[in-house]
């Protein structure tokens, strides 16, 4: 992208300015935080108790985590693609359904490792259909991609409650889900790994096999982003759509298979939503893990080890926000919910804020370090 | 029940659900006239339903509410704007940030202040905007259609109904009769041009906000002090989504705009009445095919196949002053 900045090294392009931005959003949350009458310190310090002070807290930051770094991912390779898709989590609930006819219908008959492999095919086609219309009108027609995934997300509600009520709820139950999948569709819990680090031992968090899948999709996309050609097409097209245009890259071809591809990773969430906790596909199965999964993608700089920390981070909020719940009863786990969107706010749409006083900073430290030749990054 | 009385009281009910969608997407309207996208309407409309309720509750007048709403609402619009226009941030990514905080602090503030569950007190009826009845409407009420039409759906609704519907011819002469608003206009197409007439485009980028802050804060005021007594957690549930799905579908036009905010408002009166009910000749309606009927015509609309939707070609880029 071309910025009207002047180049900083690049480990305070990547570390020191993510860092400041995050630090400034997480000032800005304490102060909510002291608006209802609590101490911003001790609140930190009890959702990192939370998240990491015990086996169990721990093992539910990484399945909160596992959620994150798909639907994180997913926003990185539309981003790379210099598309917005707001509409993970549509995705992945839609996803949810793929997931969920696959498991019905092998849950009794096979282990859940002929199931998983499946599983993941489901959820990545329904992923990628529900992409497949927006990133199609965006090609051709030419509709915002922004918009048209917005009103894909809203009538993705309204399909799945329509499917999950008439059509796949059991007659005699009374909540809004699909009955429960057996063992051929439960994925193993890793709680052991864990416990290897000599923690008590963990009894009920449901961190399972798919966090590896979700490190696996990491390293996929690693690969597809910077190893191959269509990786180079997608970030060449993001970077500047006329430049690819002159270099004979297909708008359509790659906005297509960017989201495509966004989709798909989108939609694994689910995996670990149905097949990892619940057991069954239920009404509001992504829970806005798809809107984090922008948030991730900002901080984490659109890059896999990024989002992988970022959502670490996130997972970490969610745990230790609902042990925070316990502790002060003033504050829910919606919490999160104003750390997201300042993550967002800082992080996204004010990413340049501190730029150009970092900027005057390193000029006055260190002026080669921002001079026009010097932008290796030695110094400072 | 006769087969009239039905008509009325679903097109009073159309009346009531379109005015919050009607004064979101006019909010809506004046930022992406300038060329700002908001995708932030929802949450600006969330938080000012809380603050104008709170503030309501607490010092027991329904103005000071609606005052304490605009407030709320005008800082998270020049919060857009401050990310958007002077920082040249992504506006979509802005939106959403407002719209996460939004949901996310009128929450916790809630339970903060009223511990009732996130829900303001309920309100008194002189802190609620109540419903006016206009000048003969009981003296004609027992007139033949003339009578029900007058006295049920044109009188008898709050103050803010009119002042949405009034909205409309206003926004319409702010539009396309002032000097303002034929600036506004032009820099939403091409900001440079505007520019180099010597005029500000920042300023009046601002300017638009500042409206779209005010009117999203009458929206949010209606859904909390008119529509109910109070502030319900997550009240808007989607409400700015679908004023901004009406945007689109009124290609950005304040008539238009209106139009669609009644259509989208009759559709939710439609779903409500009907609560699955069969319809004749169609047949039974999936009550959930009615609430995304919005939306899918939005798309349909928005992929070319009724008319062309063509929005405000600056709209979503950054003003880079040249140098």
């Known amino acids: 992208m071309s910025t009207p900045y002047a180049k900083l090294p690049a480990w305070a392009d990547y570390g020191l300015i993510p ?7 997480f000032i800005v949350a304490g102060l909510v935080v002291l608006l209802v009458g609590e101490n911003p310190f001790r609140a930190a310090a009890i959702l990192v108790e939370g998240a990491f002070g015990r086996g169990q807290g721990i093992a539910y930051t990484l399945f909160y985590a596992t959620n994150f770094i798909f639907t994180g991912l997913a926003v990185a390779v539309a981003m790379h693609a210099g598309l917005f898709n707001i509409g993970g989590e549509g995705q992945a609930y839609v996803a949810g359904l793929g997931v969920g006819l696959v498991c019905l219908a092998l849950d009794r008959v096979v282990p859940w490792y002929v199931t998983f492999p499946f599983a993941i095919a489901g959820a990545a086609l329904f992923g990628a259909a529900w992409a497949f219309i927006p990133a199609y009108l965006q090609a051709k027609r ?10 894909f997300n809203m009538i993705a509600a309204s399909l799945m409650i329509y499917v999950l009520r008439d059509i796949l709820k059991p007659e005699a139950m009374q909540e809004v889900k699909t009955r429960m999948l057996e063992a051929g569709a439960q994925l193993p819990r890793l709680n052991w790994i864990i416990e290897l680090f000599g923690t008590a031992r963990i009894r009920s968090a449901p961190f399972n096999v798919s966090f590896l899948l979700a490190l696996v999709m990491a390293y996929l996309v690693w690969l597809l982003i910077w190893r191959t050609k269509l990786g180079y097409e997608i970030r060449t097209f993001g970077f500047s759509q006329k430049a690819a245009r002159y270099a004979g890259i297909s708008e359509v071809r790659v906005t297509i298979i960017a989201m495509l591809i966004s989709g798909a990773l989108a939609g694994m969430m689910s995996i670990n939503a149905i097949m990892g906790d619940q057991h069954s596909v239920y009404v509001d199965l992504a829970g806005g893990a798809g809107f984090i999964g922008i948030a991730v993608a900002l901080m984490g700089r659109a890059h896999p080890v990024g989002i992988i920390l970022a959502s670490i981070l996130f997972g970490m909020l969610y745990q230790g926000g609902a042990e925070l719940s316990f502790e002060m009863p003033a504050i829910s786990r919606d919490m999160i919910v104003i750390i997201q969107g300042l993550v967002i706010l800082f992080a996204g749409a004010l990413e340049h804020m501190f730029r150009p006083y970092i900027q005057t900073l390193f000029a006055s430290i260190s002026p080669k370090s921002v001079g026009m030749a010097a932008v290796k990054g030695e110094g400072a | 029940m006769s087969f009239f009385d039905v008509i009325i009281q679903t097109l009073d009910s159309t009346i009531r659900l379109s005015v919050p969608l009607l004064l979101a997407c006019l909010a809506g309207l004046y930022s992406e006239r300038s060329g700002i996208f908001d995708i932030g309407l929802e949450g600006k409309m969330l938080a000012a339903a809380f603050a104008g309720a709170a503030a309501a509750s607490v010092f027991h007048s329904a103005w000071i509410g609606l005052g304490i709403a605009i407030l709320v609402s005008v800082s998270l619009a020049l919060v857009h704007g401050f990310a958007s226009i002077t920082h040249r941030g992504n506006q979509i990514v802005s939106g959403l940030a407002i719209n996460f905080v939004a949901a996310g602090s009128t929450i916790i503030l809630g339970q903060a202040w009223f511990q009732q569950g996130g829900r303001t007190p309920a309100l008194a009826p002189n802190e609620r905007f109540e419903a006016i009845t206009l000048p003969g409407a009981d003296a004609i009420r027992e007139v033949p259609i003339i009578g029900p039409i007058y006295s049920e759906l044109i009188s008898g609704h709050s103050l803010l109904v009119y002042v949405a519907f009034l909205a409309v011819p206003f926004t319409w002469w702010v539009l396309f009769r002032t000097r303002f608003g034929l600036r506004l206009r032009a820099v939403g197409e091409n900001p440079a041009a505007v520019d180099t007439a010597g005029i500000s485009v920042a300023w009046l980028r601002y300017r638009a906000v500042i409206c779209t802050g005010v009117l999203t804060a009458i929206a949010g005021a209606y859904l909390s002090m008119v529509q109910s007594g109070g502030f319900v957690k997550d009240m808007t549930a989607g409400k700015g989504y679908i004023a901004l799905a009406a945007l689109i579908f009124a290609k950005w036009r304040p008539v238009n ?67």
Do not use: W
Request: proline share 8%; aromatic share 8%.
């Open chain 1, 19 to 25: 860092l400041i931005n995050l630090a400034v959003a």
């Open chain 1, 142 to 151: 030419g509709s915002h991609i922004v918009i048209t995934t917005i009103m």
């Open chain 2, 257 to 323: 705009a209106m139009f669609a905010c009644l259509l989208f408002g009759f559709l939710d009166a439609l779903a409500i009445r009907l609560q699955g009910a069969p319809l004749p000749i169609i047949g039974k309606v999936p009550v959930q095919l009615m609430q995304a009927l919005p939306y899918i015509l939005t798309v349909i609309l928005l992929a070319g196949f009724i008319g062309k939707a063509i929005p405000p070609r600056a709209g979503g880029v950054p003003y880079v002053k040249e140098r």
